[in-house]
């Protein structure tokens, strides 16, 4: 079992940067792949990154590529997400997620995760 609660959201200019956190509970944090996803109003889930947990691969939305890095640190059971150059549109509740599950699995999805933070607000303003 995995716990997962964000930290780091708030309100920023257009341009700006934040540095969301999701600090982990559970014993395996390690090895689990882990995963950003965040929630417009109106507007479904989408995919924001993930790094595997053995690999340390990372994976990216194409609207975030460039502007935000994911990392983790595992002796702090911690996944952290740098998000620079902001812009309006990337508004919305981003939240973390957790998965065991490794190898061909497509981890854009939010089917493939098994643990979801409650997610922490980022308000972008032009």
């Known amino acids: 079992q995995v716990q997962l609660v964000e930290s780091g959201g708030g309100l920023v200019q257009a341009g700006g940067s934040l540095r969301l956190s999701c600090a982990a509970s559970?014993?395996?944090?390690?090895?689990?792949?882990m995963g950003w996803f965040r929630q417009a109003p109106g507007k479904g889930r989408e995919f924001v990154a993930a790094i595997g947990w053995s690999t340390g691969r990372t994976y990216y939305a194409d609207s975030v590529k460039g502007r935000f890095t994911i990392s983790r640190d595992n002796a702090k059971n911690t996944v952290y997400l740098q998000m620079n150059s902001l812009k309006p549109e990337d508004t919305a509740g981003y939240s973390c997620?957790?998965?065991?599950?490794?190898?061909?699995?497509?981890?854009?999805?939010?089917?493939?995760?098994?643990?979801w933070g409650q997610g922490t607000q980022v308000t972008v303003s032009s």
């Open positions: 997620a957790a998965t065991r599950l490794s190898g061909n699995y497509d981890y854009t999805k939010e089917s493939t995760y098994n643990y």
């Open positions: 559970g014993r395996t944090f390690s090895s689990h792949t």
